[in-house]
């Protein structure tokens, strides 16, 4: 059973900087992709970053150029490094990864979620 653990969420104020991580443990066929999610108090969950096994990665536009993803596919982790944290970044932050089935298909799994929370 793969299970991911999240950490390094917290209180910062405006213009600061977190780095998540995240990790995953238990058998992994294969890695598709990796990714953050965030989900603020009454909103959905949206997508924050994504990178591809390949290492090629994607940002909503509303972090463009101050969040960076990065991951080692050979330790099965993923990073966020989150730099001039804006009051509107305030989430839960959930890491997430797309993962091949040996069978057929791919599944996603999820970590527990860690707070971020920016101060102005």
């Known amino acids: 059973q793969v299970q991911l653990v999240e950490s390094g969420g917290g209180l910062v104020q405006a213009g600061g900087s977190l780095r998540l991580s995240c990790v995953a443990s238990?058998?992994?066929?294969?890695?598709?992709?990796r990714g953050w999610y965030r989900q603020a108090p009454g909103k959905q969950r949206e997508l924050v970053a994504t990178i591809s096994g390949d290492g090629v990665a994607s940002y909503a536009n509303s972090v463009k150029g101050r969040f960076t993803i990065s991951g080692d596919s050979a330790k099965s982790t993923v990073d966020l490094r989150m730099n001039s944290l804006k009051p509107e970044d305030t989430a839960i932050y959930y890491c997430?990864?797309?993962?091949?089935?040996?069978?057929?298909?791919?599944?996603?799994?999820w970590g527990q979620g860690t707070q971020v929370t920016v101060s102005s």
């Open positions: 997430n990864f797309r993962l091949q089935s040996p069978f057929g298909g791919a599944y996603d799994k």
């Open positions: 238990g058998v992994i066929f294969s890695i598709n992709a």
